[in-house]
């Protein structure tokens, strides 16, 4: 964890607390020395009944922890935080190719990549605006961002299949859909970005992978892309004498990882299930929150004042006064 302190100045008080800690252990060497000078050994069990050790220094320990917590919390830390963004807009623009279909990814690929897609979705913080673009042979904007999630998981979740798969053309109707509906605060811009998850490179004949990419750098909005499947990927295709055929779907990683870095984006690859729910974990952080120092002061404050209960609790219990 990367902190930083405002006032770096006043953890010199540690330097009082390490010496309370200095002569508490002191005192043990004392205590364990006039222990045996004492020659009257019935009285003394008598004066100071025997306790298990251990559960003094628990106590002190607790206690001076509590009060180096303190002092750092006085410092007034900061940590890196994760900040829901404000203002962004996320479009997910996901493919719907028939080499979806493979099993090479439990149940199947599409069906998978719909569990985490929707787990992605509601993941967001709400004042993000997501919209959801579907791309086979052909793209359609199923849902314009929005913050409204409930619109975006029933899309996710009434995907079907078709042939083709345009990958060019589905960076283009995203980007669309991000200039039509992101308004301009001043001179500067909502930020916005695409995610974009395929198996497979492009087979569209309307709009070619580069043009895409040059209108998504004057745009200025990068493309996150993730590469779903394995190598070992194949679907059962009829060959339309009535009979089925399989023909290998292997991922295509290369090509979606050009995407993201002629755009700026970054790319991901997934060869399951899990790893997928991963990638949107990562992707989750990447384009839905900021990292900021944030100050941190109560989180040092309450752990102090948690640590001085337990003390002050363990010490009634075991010894029927506070430290």
Do not use: C
Request: charged residues 20%.
């Amino acid at each position: 964890m990367n902190w930083s302190f405002i006032s770096p100045g006043r953890l010199w008080w540690l330097i009082a607390v390490a010496a309370m800690a200095a002569a508490y252990i002191a005192m043990q060497f004392r205590r364990t020395k006039y222990a045996v000078r004492f020659s009257n050994i019935d009285l003394l069990d008598k004066v100071a009944p025997k306790r298990p050790s251990w559960r003094r220094h628990v106590v002190a320990s607790v206690y001076l922890l509590a009060l180096a917590a303190m002092v750092v919390g006085v410092a007034q830390p900061q940590a890196q935080e994760r900040v829901p963004k404000e203002r962004a807009t996320i479009i997910l623009a996901i493919d719907t190719s028939l080499s979806m279909q493979a099993t090479d990814v439990s149940p199947t690929r599409i069906d998978a990549a719909k569990v985490a897609a929707v787990k992605f979705v509601e993941s967001m913080p709400p004042k993000v605006r997501l919209g959801v673009v579907d791309f086979s042979g052909s793209t359609k904007l199923l849902v314009p961002p929005t913050t409204q999630r409930d619109t975006a998981v029933r899309a996710i979740k009434n995907l079907e299949l078709g042939q083709g798969t345009a990958i060019g053309a589905a960076i283009d109707t995203s980007l669309t859909a991000i200039a039509n509906s992101v308004p301009s605060e001043g001179d500067t811009k909502i930020p916005a970005v695409i995610v974009l998850i395929s198996d497979g490179k492009d087979q569209g004949q309307s709009l070619p992978v580069p043009t895409a990419i040059e209108r998504a750098n004057k745009a200025k909005v990068p493309v996150f892309t993730i590469a779903y499947g394995t190598p070992n990927g194949v679907v059962e295709i009829d060959d339309g004498s009535g009979s089925t055929q399989l023909v290998p779907v292997p991922v295509d990683e290369p090509a979606l990882a050009e995407v993201a870095k002629e755009t700026g984006g970054e790319s991901f690859a997934a060869a399951t299930a899990g790893e997928l729910e991963q990638v949107y974990d990562r992707l989750g952080s990447a384009v839905g929150y900021d990292i900021e120092q944030q100050e941190v002061t109560w989180k040092l404050v309450a752990g102090a004042l948690i640590a001085l209960a337990l003390s002050g609790a363990m010490s009634l219990v075991w010894f029927q006064r506070l430290p």
